[in-house]
């Protein structure tokens, strides 16, 4: 009964975490808040910012579609029949409906555990490198054209990926890194647009909307690499998404501008809207910024270590699940696609609903921003360390497992409400250099976490992955409690002293 035990013991952790910050939520609903009277604002309906919402949704779709699309190659670039990849699992495996004859016409290869953990990893060796200068730079000369160019250059490398594991293990691993490099400026670059465009009490709303598209590209992709792998062959997963970036690409290009006062197609209204609410918040500089206030702030710091924890989690069951539903539940490559992307199907969802509730109580409840941050990140680091615990124990029961795994995944959709965005609420003219400074951070689960797992998992057994979901829920919980001590929700002085330096 360890799994119930289990569960329980979370459980009252959990609770006791929302009761601590339950006094910050003691007002009913009431009245917009006054600036809001006094600011008209601009209907969301085929306005700019919500059409540069859908559109970068799209681009972190496809940033995402192409990460993740590895993960479930993998499983069929292996040779099955090499001593290093046994084609058995733990649990009873599923039957394999039989495969189409013209496909297996794709090379396999004879990578042990430990290689392909270093080649699952790889990506976020490039991907650490330009987050910080991916910051300063879109905060210096625009995000639109570095954002570009560097979703564009994932789409080049990934359509040579076939090419490169051809090569050997070596090319595939600095393929991979160079996909991280162009990558790297994603998040960055969107944060300091978003600090240009999104009005204060629509930040929650628009940028769910916006980075929700990564947890689409996963839901989309890691069933669709399935399909692929099953009725063609491993390469088309690569050529495919490729194709959808370099789209993407021509869409971005044509019709997205760097600040509402650039673009050529925004309402005049709407423009008015956006600036009048940011005069308040923005630098009118790019030249000063304030590095040490912003290593040494506290609440930033919090941001770091939430970041950091829940990354943890998020990037071992980005990377290895697929291998989880293989190695241990027996899963078909075409089943297991499928099956993978529900825990992310569930996050996008929750991701989605909770922004629009995180700015509901914060315009029409009134409840402090500290307050909703806080609390959507408590949900959404501490319920998927419970669940995640409780799949270990699960045993070969597939329906439970399947289960819990979606449901701790799903409960991560509520972070994105939480500290994800927190940067634009401490220091939106440093929006884009803060998220730089915190992914790297981020980053670092990414590239031991599925080194470290693998290392952990060589056997495959139950035990060993219980072991690497104990780990990835202990990170959690202490990510979730240190934000809640040291997190904040306002603008930090810091963050607008450059108002009055020059």
């Not at 600036?35 to 309906?45: D, F, G, Q, R």
């Not at 905060?139 to 359509?159: P, S």
């Not at 795994?405 to 991560?412: D, H, N, R």
């Not at 803060?434 to 290392?455: D, H, Q, Y």
Request: hydrophobic fraction near 45%.
């Amino acid at each position: 009964m360890y799994i119930w035990e289990t569960i329980l013991v979370a459980g009252d952790i959990y609770v006791s975490a929302i009761k601590a910050i339950h006094f910050q939520f003691s007002h009913f609903c009431v009245l917009k808040l006054v600036h809001m009277m006094i600011i008209p604002t601009a209907p969301a309906l085929c306005s700019s910012r919500y059409s540069l919402a859908i559109l970068s949704c799209y681009g972190f779709f496809v940033a995402y579609a192409l990460r993740v699309n590895l993960s479930v190659a993998m499983v069929d670039m292996l040779n099955s029949s090499s001593s290093n990849n046994v084609n058995s699992s733990v649990c009873l495996r599923h039957n394999n409906p039989p495969r189409p004859r013209h496909n297996h016409t794709a090379s396999v290869y004879d990578w042990d555990s430990e290689t392909q953990g270093w080649i699952l990893g790889s990506f976020f060796y490039g991907y650490i490198i330009t987050q910080i200068p991916g910051g300063y730079m879109a905060r210096k000369y625009g995000a639109k054209w570095l954002l570009g160019f560097g979703i564009l250059g994932t789409v080049i490398f990934t359509l040579l990926t076939p090419v490169a594991a051809d090569l050997g293990a070596g090319y595939l691993i600095a393929v991979r890194v160079l996909e991280g490099i162009g990558e790297g400026v994603t998040f960055p670059a969107m944060h300091a647009m978003w600090a240009s465009w999104a009005p204060p009490m629509e930040r929650s709303r628009l940028l769910t909307i916006s980075y929700a598209g990564a947890q689409l590209g996963t839901v989309v992709a890691l069933p669709l690499s399935g399909q692929i792998c099953f009725y063609l062959d491993w390469t088309y997963v690569f050529y495919i998404f490729g194709a959808v970036g370099i789209l993407w690409f021509i869409l971005w290009s044509l019709l997205v501008s760097n600040s509402p006062t650039s673009h050529r197609r925004i309402s005049e209204v709407e423009r008015t809207y956006i600036t009048a609410s940011l005069k308040n918040e923005l630098s009118p500089t790019t030249d000063h910024i304030p590095w040490t206030s912003i290593l040494t702030s506290v609440p930033l710091w919090a941001i770091v270590v939430a970041h950091f924890s829940y990354n943890w989690t998020f990037y071992t069951l980005l990377t290895l699940l697929p291998t989880y539903m293989n190695d241990i539940l027996g899963f078909s490559i075409k089943q297991n696609g499928m099956l993978s992307a529900l825990p992310y199907l569930g996050c996008w969802l929750l991701s989605m609903g909770g922004g629009q509730l995180a700015d509901y109580l914060r315009e029409t409840c009134l409840f402090s921003t500290v307050a909703v941050r806080k609390a959507f990140s408590i949900i959404g680091m501490m319920g998927p360390a419970v669940f995640l615990v409780a799949a270990g124990y699960t045993d070969c029961n597939y329906t439970l497992a399947v289960i819990f795994l979606t449901i701790s995944s799903s409960l991560g959709g509520f972070s994105a409400s939480g500290f994800n965005i927190n940067h634009l609420d401490i220091a939106p003219s440093y929006a884009g250099i803060l998220l730089g400074i915190t992914n790297s951070f981020a980053t670092i689960p990414g590239m031991v976490g599925p080194v470290i797992a693998r290392s952990l998992t060589k056997s495959n057994t139950i035990v060993e992955w219980r072991t690497v979901f104990f780990i990835s829920a202990g990170i959690n919980l202490f990510g979730a409690a240190f934000y809640t001590l040291f997190g904040k929700g306002t603008v930090q002085p810091w963050a607008v002293q450059s108002l009055h330096i020059q």
